[in-house]
């Protein structure tokens, strides 16, 4: 399918300047569909989109309640490909916009390019030992992006013209309770510089360790999906990786990673990337810019010694 238009549909505002350029360079119209009230809608005129479009979903609703009508708003142009923010809210929305639209969901997609007029997705697939290039053949197309795929703007620029969406959900969802989730509210994303963790780890009780070397560095911490998943040491939302947190910093330090394909695939565009593991044929080391082959809880201490 050739590109006329990229409809970005988000839970959060703040991915709306970097997704919206990223839009910008794969077609000329970008809509930008948002929960949230008029007035929110409109601290983000500047993101780059063309239109904002705003859901007002109330107190007990969700944004999914939506998806029918946003499906009709995309449906108004002949083709259009469909951007959703990958968080645990978006992929419940993009499975119901691809039931209304028709379509098949591509997920975590962690690389997109235009060739011959048509949108190349590229996503890891078989459990993170592979990625696949893959396209549309409908006239619409779901995908599911997280954030640090595109370069985010310095600034932001434009002035969206700000609508409300046309019609109100047929059968919303009614939330009976609500109980918040106490987890870590760090944006690694924007971090310059960061300290990841892996299962070289020995226990819970040496993140101390790693987090003094972050302080020293002025770093925030991150970790690989096993620490966060199955040892359940940081919150999920402090695992890199593709289908994690994608970043970018201006130096990570990696320690006790193995070097995974999914795992690389959130770490690899870090302008410097330093890797301490004991195991010299691990594979990080291939994509490290300089690596050390020892103990880390040997390093790591004469590390903070020497930088404090």
Same mark, same amino acid.
């Given at each position: 399918m050739s590109i006329q238009s990229?409809?970005?549909?988000?839970?959060?505002?703040?991915?709306?300047?970097?997704f919206c350029a990223g839009a910008k360079n794969l077609a000329d119209? #970008?809509?930008?569909?948002?929960? +949230?009230?008029?007035? /929110?809608?409109? &601290?983000?005129?500047?993101?780059?989109?063309?239109?904002?479009?705003?859901?007002p979903v109330s107190e007990e609703g969700a944004p999914e309640d939506?998806?029918?009508?946003?499906?009709?708003?995309?449906?108004?142009?002949?083709?259009?490909?469909?951007?959703?923010?990958?968080?645990?809210?978006?992929?419940c929305l993009a499975g119901k916009l691809s039931v209304y639209l028709d379509t098949a969901v591509l997920g975590s997609v962690n690389?997109?390019?235009?060739?011959?007029?048509?949108?190349?997705?590229?996503?890891v697939v078989y459990g993170g030992t592979?990625?696949?290039?893959?396209?549309?053949?409908?006239?619409?197309? #779901?995908?599911?992006?997280?954030? +640090?795929?595109?370069? /985010?703007?310095? &600034?932001?620029?434009?002035?969206?013209e700000i609508l409300p969406i046309p019609g109100e959900p047929a059968a919303p969802i009614r939330r009976i309770s609500r109980s918040e989730k106490k987890e870590g509210t760090v944006?690694?994303?924007a971090a310059?510089?960061?300290?990841?963790?892996?299962?070289?780890?020995?226990?819970?009780?040496?993140?101390?360790?790693?987090?003094?070397?972050?302080?020293?560095?002025?770093?925030?911490?991150?970790?690989s999906r096993p620490v966060a998943e199955n040892n359940k040491w940081m919150p999920k939302a402090c695992y890199l990786g593709i289908t994690g947190v994608q970043v970018k910093p201006e130096l990570i330090v990696v320690l006790g990673v193995s070097g995974q394909v999914q795992h690389i695939g959130g770490i690899n565009k870090s302008k410097v990337i330093v890797a301490i593991n004991k195991d010299k044929a691990a594979p990080v080391f291939k994509n490290a810019d300089f690596g050390l082959v020892g103990d880390m809880y040997k390093i790591v201490p004469a590390l903070i010694e020497k930088l404090s």
């Open positions: 990229v409809f970005i549909v988000s839970d959060n505002y703040a991915v709306l300047p970097e119209s #970008v809509t930008a569909v948002v929960f +949230g009230d008029e007035a /929110a809608a409109k &601290e983000y005129a500047s993101c780059g989109a063309d239109k904002i479009v705003y859901c939506y998806a029918e009508i946003i499906a009709a708003l995309i449906k108004e142009q002949p083709k259009a490909i469909v951007m959703v923010n990958n968080s645990i809210r978006g992929r690389e997109l390019t235009v060739e011959n007029d048509v949108l190349c997705c590229r996503r592979a990625q696949r290039k893959e396209s549309f053949t409908a006239d619409y197309g #779901v995908i599911t992006i997280s954030t +640090g795929i595109f370069e /985010a703007p310095q &600034e932001t620029s434009g002035n969206a944006n690694l994303v310059k510089r960061i300290v990841d963790v892996g299962r070289g780890l020995a226990s819970e009780e040496d993140l101390e360790m790693c987090r003094n070397l972050a302080k020293v560095l002025d770093a925030e911490v991150g970790c």
